[in-house]
């Protein structure tokens, strides 16, 4: 019955700390994510909210960019934290709050 109960126990425990899915179907690491496709913290953000600059990238929210920006936001992020996003677009992952971008994925430079 003891095993049974701590089975029970580590499924439960483990069920909230898997990765959700970005739009396209590969799954955001489960260190950026929180939730899931409906109300987690990692989406596809608008290409014309990124502009590269120089190290790295400049990225400008307007509420509707991501479901959970509701004002204006401007984020300067190293190209050295930027993860690869595995379907050519650009993901942020903004946790605890909407000031603060956890995992940022963009796709390759191409040069």
């Known amino acids: 019955m003891r095993v049974v109960f701590l089975a029970s126990l580590a499924l439960a425990l483990a069920g909230p700390a898997i990765a959700h899915d970005a739009a396209?179907?590969?799954?955001?690491?489960?260190?950026?994510?929180?939730?899931?496709?409906?109300?987690?913290d990692c989406q596809m953000i608008p290409a014309t909210t990124v502009r590269i600059v120089e190290g790295g990238y400049q990225v400008t929210l307007a509420p509707g960019d991501h479901r959970l920006a509701t004002r204006r936001h401007i984020f300067r992020l190293s190209q050295?934290?930027?993860r690869r996003s595995q379907d050519g677009e650009y993901?942020?992952?903004?946790?605890?709050?909407e000031d603060t971008?956890?995992?940022f994925y963009a796709p390759?430079?191409?040069f």
């Open 24 to 40: 396209s179907g590969w799954q955001y690491e489960m260190f950026c994510c929180n939730g899931n496709s409906h109300n987690g």
């Open 80 to 82: 050295d934290s930027a």
């Open 108 to 110: 390759d430079m191409g």
């Open 91 to 97: 993901h942020l992952c903004l946790y605890p709050t």
């Open 101 to 103: 971008p956890r995992c």
